[in-house]
């Protein structure tokens, strides 16, 4: 089993930033995607960011390109997102997760690990 633990979320006026903190624990694989989605109320759980741990390849949302930057720190096996220029529709719940299955960075479907999420209010 993967243990995630998210961190770093709260309040933040429109155009401030935050830093989500992702530490991961348990078991170990050959190589993972560590990735952060978002769902905010009535809608569906949506890609942010995500970072292959043997490439280093990173890839983001249209939305996050720009403003978000997704970075890891081996030493704690924690991955984190920096998040700048927040608007009021980022908003949402954010979640940690692992996928171990594949290569794949977008979809939900194949993470197999999640964290419990870290709730981000973006005030306007």
């Known amino acids: 089993q993967v243990q995630l633990v998210e961190s770093g979320g709260g309040l933040v006026q429109a155009g401030g930033s935050l830093r989500l903190s992702c530490a991961a624990s348990?078991?170990?694989?050959?190589?993972?995607?560590m990735g952060w989605f978002r769902q905010a109320p009535g809608k569906e759980r949506e890609f942010v960011a995500a970072f292959s741990w043997n490439s280093g390849d990173r890839r983001y949302t249209d939305s996050g390109k720009g403003r978000f930057t997704i970075s890891r720190y081996n030493a704690k096996n924690t991955v984190y997102l920096q998040m700048n220029s927040l608007k009021p529709e980022d908003t949402a719940v954010y979640y940690c997760?692992?996928?171990?299955?594949?290569?794949?960075?977008?979809?939900?479907?194949?993470?197999?690990?999640w964290g419990q999420g870290t709730q981000v209010t973006v005030s306007s």
């Open positions: 997760a692992v996928n171990s299955r594949c290569g794949a960075y977008s979809s939900p479907i194949y993470y197999n690990y």
């Open positions: 348990g078991r170990t694989f050959s190589s993972y995607v």
